[in-house]
């Protein structure tokens, strides 16, 4: 996930005319492009009947229940996905057998450098770096750096305990700290930074107990799920791209956006 900084927007955006912003709100861009893509589907279900005319988006980006509703219709009607085959789920499994581990725990650390509405993500990224770099650079769980570390930089209560998080299994954890997290062999420092919904995580992974591995006949439905989550999202990505296209698109870039996200 990335996060980019939440600059004030000094251009008001549009959808077809339809404005996303006010000129004096501080809206980062990832906010900005969600509002995009929901002002798609909210006027792609007002042309197709499922949704009154006189429906209006608010200051705020957030639509109506009437306009929740009719944007889930049009989507159902509209993303008609194929059940995948037995043979596609078997593939996944065998490619992903990790992620199908019953009993993983690990037992990690983490600085949080959090994420707050107005503040300068890139100069909070750039001290968070720096961070990683430092700890990375010392053997953290030696020389104690790790611990200093998180109990003056940490915005986590966990930093009163130099970062300690204890034994996780994957649903202790929000699911894109879990993806980095489960399924690896990294133990150490990791070297990259992790981003959650909370912010920018430094993690240290301790030890790891790996589980055990499930056949495909006992997680054959959580397979299959996944595929379909997987062929929704690429379905969503590649419908919001031709809305865009056929409509009238201003201050906002929408051929960036990774995983559309919809209030």
């Not at 955006?13 to 000129?23: F, T």
């Not at 906010?31 to 608010?58: F, V």
């Not at 990690?108 to 909070?124: E, K, Y």
């Not at 209560?157 to 994957?170: K, Q, R, T």
Request: with cysteine; aromatic share 4%.
């Amino acid at each position: 996930m990335q996060i980019e900084s939440a600059a004030p927007c000094a251009v008001v955006a549009r959808i077809n005319g339809v404005p996303l912003n006010l000129a004096t709100e501080a809206l980062g861009p990832d906010a900005l492009r969600q509002r995009a893509c929901t002002e798609l589907l909210r006027q792609a279900a007002q042309r197709d009947g499922l949704l009154d005319a006189a429906d209006a988006r608010t200051d705020d980006g957030v639509v109506s229940e009437a306009a929740s509703q009719a944007i889930d219709a049009w989507l159902e009607r509209e993303l008609q996905l194929p059940e995948p085959s037995e043979e596609a789920c078997r593939r996944h499994h065998a490619a992903h057998a990790a992620r199908y581990r019953t009993g993983e725990r690990v037992r990690a650390r983490h600085i949080l450098f959090a994420v707050t509405p107005g503040m300068d993500v890139v100069a909070l990224r750039n001290r968070a770096e720096a961070c990683l770099l430092d700890v990375r650079c010392h053997d953290g769980s030696a020389d104690g750096s790790f611990g200093k570390a998180a109990r003056e930089l940490s915005n986590c209560p966990s930093g009163e305990l130099g970062g300690e998080l204890d034994w996780l299994v994957a649903a202790d954890c929000a699911p894109e700290f879990a993806r980095e997290l489960f399924g690896h062999a990294e133990v150490g420092v990791l070297p990259r930074l992790v981003h959650s919904r909370f912010g920018l995580h430094v993690v240290e992974v301790l030890a790891r107990e790996a589980g055990t591995a499930q056949p495909f006949a006992a997680v054959q439905g959580a397979v299959r799920l996944a595929l379909r989550q997987q062929a929704w999202v690429t379905a969503l990505r590649q419908c919001l791209q031709v809305l865009a296209g056929e409509a009238e698109v201003e201050g906002v870039a929408l051929d960036a956006t990774d995983t559309p996200l919809v209030q």
